[in-house]
């Protein structure tokens, strides 16, 4: 499988500033379990994020916000996994209508997108995932 996809619904736990907004760093986690479980179907091991190439916050993320985090695997070399991400909103809170409200968007928006590229040592590779 070259392909994973995580939804999550960011809590008050994740809002970092002011108005409940999600700092950015919790989509790089979430970018980072995708990873793992990636080099895991495709290596049987999780492997080492070693950078990223891009990263691009797009639009604001707030506390009680549902984000699909995919991420896929687009090239491998002998170590090498490049690996490119998505984080979109697809449920948003609503407490401009009340506390606990919340919709479903008709058109999930792109919040955030990035590439990187993670690294199987040979030795820890135990499986091919072509």
Do not use: W
């Not at 170590?79 to 697809?90: E, I, P, Q």
């Not at 948003?92 to 919340?102: N, T």
């Amino acid at each position: 499988m070259n392909k994973v996809i995580l939804r999550i619904r960011m809590s008050l736990h994740d809002a970092h500033y002011g108005g409940n907004l999600v700092d950015g760093a919790k989509l790089l986690q979430l970018f980072g379990d995708v990873a793992t479980e990636l080099l895991i179907r495709s290596d049987g091991d999780e492997g080492l994020f070693r950078a990223y190439d891009s990263v691009e916050f797009l639009s604001p993320v707030y506390a009680g916000d549902y984000i699909e985090v995919a991420g896929e695997i687009v090239s491998r070399g002998r170590t090498s996994r490049k690996m490119v991400f998505t984080a979109t909103k697809v449920i948003q809170a609503r407490p401009d209508i009340s506390d606990s409200a919340a919709e479903v968007l008709d058109e999930p928006v792109v919040v955030c997108r990035a590439s990187g590229t993670c690294v199987v040592p040979l030795d820890k590779q135990r499986k091919k995932d072509e």
